[in-house]
């Protein structure tokens, strides 16, 4: 489902696949119209060749003695840069592509390349530098504004991510990535029902892009629609059965519509494809509680705090267990520990209940 | 019967005796027989394939020739529980004994069945009489005219609501009928009371109902507790065969009530021991009220037809029972009370007819006044019965019983809140606490946290026991943790912040302040009193008296005022403490040990209880009841010197803060000057910070040395 970005080795005159979420271009030169004294260019194309194989050692000795002819050889810096980052080799990576823009400031490719690789290194304000440089020299190229708004994104700057995603699908109307990653914004910034359009759009034009689905239904779940979000967890399940995240999420609705013994089963699901999975103990615990099986309830929540030593949640739905188990002293300690890791609530309960 | 029994079920027992004959003899039922006759031939016909075989078996000698002896002794039980059945009044769990032993014998008789259901349904053990009833019932349908009620009975008392009104609707009779009107009503109330049953259990109260222990408990009926506002000392009536004068009653056989006293040691009640004479008499001694700080009782004394008494802790020996008057106690039956947390007020449950709106009511006096007692009035009171009151330690919250209002079932117990001049609507505190049956007598904790009553349950240590209710209020939301795969070309799930919004948690509005006055020198307890001033008004709400042997007080501080408390004893100088409880201000316990003073010169005592503006030097004028007493001390001594010196804390500029403190003290000592006091016998000082009680550290601190003093400088 997620895709990573792919470098792409283009042949002269292809263009951008659209629908896919980003590439990085390795330019060739028309091998045909080579002039017989550019040895320089013949490793050139034979490396661009070899990274087409996926020969990625190969092609970066063909760009090593492509650079040795003629070191003043941006193209090959550049395609020797995307090589590195294949062989997730970030750090020279960027070293290529500075000397690329060195060479050739002008070019927005180098920039949105070494956005990429600084990212990965994980500098993001760098990147998102990069990617600004990119976008500026580029403004019809998409991926820099939708690698731009998920680094805004993740910075929590969700009204500039908003913005960045806008240009991405303005850019490229059937960018599937960019809706899905507007749709998100706009869930973080509570406009649920904006994020369900989006999800809709992204899925339109890309329906196996099944993040979209599952995101949907939080974003229904939000807007009180929680028919609408089983069906769209359901749907998801229907076609992958691997993902915790994704059982989680439909218990928590069931629970949510009040199927506590559907939420167990789906709380136990992700538990058994992911057995470290700490908030599938704790809403098990949650689930448990609703049916009175205190006793349950508080065995998953110590799973759930022993997975996550800082979990006030579960110190708080333990608490509740504990009180019902009759070990008030234990539900005291519990809630109190819930409020010290910052649950307002616990304070609450521990006041009303504790002496 | 005894006193507490007849309190709650003489009203029962007059009302059905208006209705329905509390025997099982068809005298009155002329109309029953004809109603029920069809409809018993209809419902037997319709129940022969399953009961072709249920008929009733005769104790005769066709059936048991074979057992002549076990047939004579059988009959002979019969005879025995027959004549305490139909005694009058009738003696139902006398009568038990005999008839379960006859059961024995022949369980398949329809009459015995039935009667034997009908004692249960007047005995403790009420929810015992259906399966009786119910087989009474199957071995012959005809067996009683009030079948039908007495199902509808059983099944009540056993919470079976849908089926109870089913059995109730048949009993109702036809328009017309000799008596019809009072029984439909009857019969209509109980159906209502299934109905509320049934809406009740629906949403149970979030309670743990608890034994309250073997330190309480005994095999013998345990009932009517009451308890200090802290929980740290329980009474209750019981009836154990070491009962002082160790006689029984004749009328039950029972032993005479005795007042018990138990406190608590950790999280268990210690073992209770009767309380001597002249509390505990010969005849029955019965627990009604205790004040907040467990050191005045009230008693219920069966002469005059029910009776309220008060009696004083004294040390560790309560005083002779008083009477509370006539303005309480009438001719009728005076039988449950409730002091106002300031002591000042009486809420009281009587019978007596005038002015009443039916049954008995509950009324309010002021106890050292004159005013007659009111009426709580319809908000409160119904036609039916109200009983067992209690009032909260905030003086706002009242708990009851009543027969009306939407009771599931005989007595059930309500709260209602006086606010903006009345009371609220009284709600119902809901199964399981509330059963079917009376539920009566039930105090609380001035926390919320714990109530106490008495119940018969399946758990208990034999008879009645008294009960601990724990409240464990609105249901506590589990949370949730949900997370998503939001950047659709990112591997890393986001958490969700879904937070459930934490759910209002209601404590009651009350601080219960506590603790030992001792002497300061000694280090002894002390007996003193302890006012309790209202300083906005500058009026004595409350006085109380520390306790003589322990030295321990309690008052209970309805929020919304700023207290100044005051203990005083001839001798010492007084201590003044200023507990500002604002409206709404959630439950508290507050522990303050209070050394006290003898005069003597170089003793400091600071007055808490004068107040300034801020960063000013002008009095505030809550200050004035403190500025009286120490008026009222000078001229109680008058070869009294002192000197009035302000204080603060470490705040702001030295300079600044020792000027403040002068000015403050020389408005103190002007102050006293114009209210007579000579000028010689008083000097101020300002000491700034220079001279800290407390560390300025924290907020407690620096508001501890903030203050004004009085040294004595010469007496």
């Keep these: 489902m997620i895709t990573r970005f792919t470098a792409l080795l283009l042949v002269a005159g292809a263009g951008w696949l659209a629908a896919t979420p980003a590439q990085a271009q390795v330019d060739t030169v028309r091998a045909s119209t080579l002039p017989p004294a550019q040895l320089a260019e013949k490793y050139y194309n034979s490396g661009v060749a070899k990274f087409a194989d996926k020969s990625y050692r190969s092609a970066i000795q063909e760009f090593d003695k492509a650079l040795a002819a003629k070191p003043d050889f941006a193209k090959a810096y550049y395609n020797r840069a995307t090589t590195r980052y294949e062989l997730k080799e970030y750090e020279q990576a960027v070293q290529d592509y500075d000397q690329a823009i060195k060479l050739e400031p002008n070019g927005f490719t180098s920039y949105f390349g070494r956005g990429q690789a600084r990212q990965a290194l994980n500098q993001p304000d760098a990147a998102e530098q990069d990617y600004t440089k990119a976008a500026e020299a580029k403004p019809d190229y998409a991926p820099s504004w939708y690698y731009r708004g998920d680094l805004r994104f993740e910075k929590g700057d969700f009204k500039a991510a908003l913005a960045d995603f806008t240009a991405a699908v303005k850019a490229d109307p059937n960018y599937a990535y960019a809706y899905h990653d507007r749709a998100s914004t706009q869930r973080q910034m509570g406009n649920f029902a904006a994020a369900v359009q989006d999800y809709d759009q992204a899925l339109k034009l890309q329906p196996e892009l099944l993040s979209a689905l599952l995101n949907r239904a939080s974003a229904k779940r939000r807007l009180g629609d929680l028919k609408g979000a089983l069906a769209d967890y359901s749907a998801y399940l229907a076609k992958r059965t691997d993902n915790a995240v994704a059982y989680n999420n439909r218990g928590s609705a069931r629970f949510e519509a009040g199927n506590y013994k559907g939420a167990v089963e789906d709380f136990s699901q992700a538990i058994s494809l992911n057995p470290e999975y700490a908030f599938a103990f704790n809403n098990r615990a949650a689930a448990y509680l609703k049916l009175e099986n205190y006793k349950q309830a508080a065995e998953d929540a110590s799973r759930a705090i022993k997975l996550n030593g800082s979990y006030a949640e579960a110190y708080l739905n333990r608490g509740h267990a504990r009180e019902m188990l009759r070990d008030a002293d234990g539900a005291c300690q519990d809630w109190r520990k819930a409020a010290d890791l910052g649950l307002e609530s616990g304070t609450a309960y521990a006041n009303a209940s504790c002496e | ?715």
Aim: hydrophobic share 35%; with cysteine; glycine share 8%.
């Design chain 2, 1 to 715: 019967m005894p006193p507490v029994n007849k309190r709650r079920f003489a009203l029962l027992l007059m009302k059905t005796n208006s209705t329905f004959s509390a025997s099982v003899s068809s005298r009155g039922f002329s109309w029953l027989s004809r109603l029920m006759l069809p409809a018993a031939l209809v419902l037997s016909l319709l129940a022969l394939s399953p009961n072709a075989l249920a008929q009733s078996v005769e104790f005769s000698k066709d059936r048991f020739g074979d057992n002549k002896e076990g047939l004579k002794e059988a009959l002979r039980d019969i005879k025995a529980g027959d004549q305490w059945y139909n005694a009058d009044p009738p003696k139902y769990e006398r009568a038990l004994p005999n008839y379960l032993e006859a059961q024995k014998f022949n369980p398949n008789n329809a009459q015995l069945n039935l009667k034997i259901g009908d004692c249960y349904l007047n005995s403790g053990f009420k929810s015992r009489s259906l399966s009786y009833l119910q087989k009474a019932f199957e071995l012959d349908a005809e067996v009683d005219p009030r079948m039908h009620y007495l199902l509808g009975r059983g099944l009540h008392l056993n919470a079976k609501w849908a089926e109870a009104i089913a059995e109730y609707k048949k009993a109702m009779p036809p328009a017309g009928a000799k008596n019809a009107l009072g029984l439909q009503q009857e019969l209509r109330k109980k159906i209502a009371e299934c109905e509320s049953g049934l809406a009740l259990m629906k949403k149970p109260a979030r309670v743990f109902i608890d034994n309250a222990g073997p330190g309480v408990n005994s095999s013998f009926p345990d009932y009517s507790p009451v308890i200090s506002a802290d929980e740290s000392v329980i009474l209750f009536t019981s009836r154990r065969d070491n009962s002082t004068g160790g006689q029984t009653e004749p009328e039950s056989g029972g032993f005479y009530e005795d007042i018990y006293q138990s406190s608590r040691s950790g999280k268990q009640w210690g073992a209770a021991r009767a309380l001597n004479e002249p509390v505990n008499t010969d005849g029955h001694d019965a627990t009604v009220g205790l004040a907040p700080d467990g050191q005045r009782m009230l008693i219920y004394v069966e002469n005059n037809g029910g009776d309220l008494y008060e009696c004083d802790l004294r040390g560790t020996k309560w005083s002779k029972p008083q009477t509370l008057g006539r303005r309480i106690n009438s001719n009728a039956h005076e039988s449950s009370a409730s002091y106002s947390p300031d002591g000042r007020f009486l809420y009281f449950v009587s019978d007596q007819p005038e002015g009443s709106l039916g049954s008995r009511d509950i009324y309010k006096v002021e106890i050292e006044g004159k005013g007659k007692a009111v009426n709580l009035g319809p908000g409160i009171n119904t036609p039916y019965g109200e009983e067992g009151v209690f009032m909260h330690p905030d003086g706002k919250t009242m708990y009851f019983s009543s027969e009306g209002h939407n009771s599931m079932g005989g007595y059930d117990i309500f709260k209602s809140v006086y606010e903006n001049g009345k009371w609220s609507k009284p709600e119902n505190l809901g199964w399981p606490i509330n059963t079917p049956d009376d539920d009566v007598f039930f105090v609380i904790s001035a926390s919320g946290r714990h109530g106490y009553y008495s119940s018969i349950r399946e758990d208990g240590q034999g008879g009645k026991d008294i009960y601990q209710i724990t409240f464990l209020g609105p249901e506590k939301p589990p949370m949730l943790s949900t997370e998503d795969q939001l950047l659709a070309s990112r591997v890393a799930p986001v958490k969700e912040t879904v937070l459930a919004a934490a759910v209002p948690i209601s404590t009651t509005q009350v601080t219960i302040l506590k603790g030992v006055v001792t002497d300061a020198e000694t280090k002894q307890p002390l007996e003193a009193a302890i006012d309790v001033v209202d300083n906005e008004k500058n009026l004595v709400i409350a006085s109380f008296r520390s306790n003589s042997q322990s030295g321990r007080y309690l008052v209970s501080l309805p929020s919304g005022i700023n207290y100044g408390i005051v203990v005083r004893q001839d001798g010492y100088l007084f201590h003044s403490e200023n507990f500002d409880v604002p409206a709404g201000a959630a439950y508290s316990e507050v522990v303050k040990d209070i050394a006290l003073q003898r005069l003597d010169v170089g003793v400091k005592v600071v007055l808490n209880n004068i107040f300034f503006d801020t960063d000013k030097s002008t009095l505030r004028k809550e200050s004035t009841g403190e500025l009286e007493r120490l008026v009222a001390l000078l001229n109680e001594t008058p070869k009294l010197r002192i000197e009035i010196s302000g204080h603060t804390d470490n705040v702001g500029n030295a300079a600044y803060n020792q000027q403040l403190s002068q000015n403050r003290a020389k408005v103190v000592v002007d102050y006293l000057v114009t209210k007579g006091i000579e000028k010689g016998r008083l000097t101020f000082a300002g000491y700034g910070m220079t001279q800290p009680v407390a560390p300025n550290t924290t907020k407690q601190g620096r508001q501890l040395n903030r203050r004004t003093e009085f040294k004595v400088l010469e007496k």
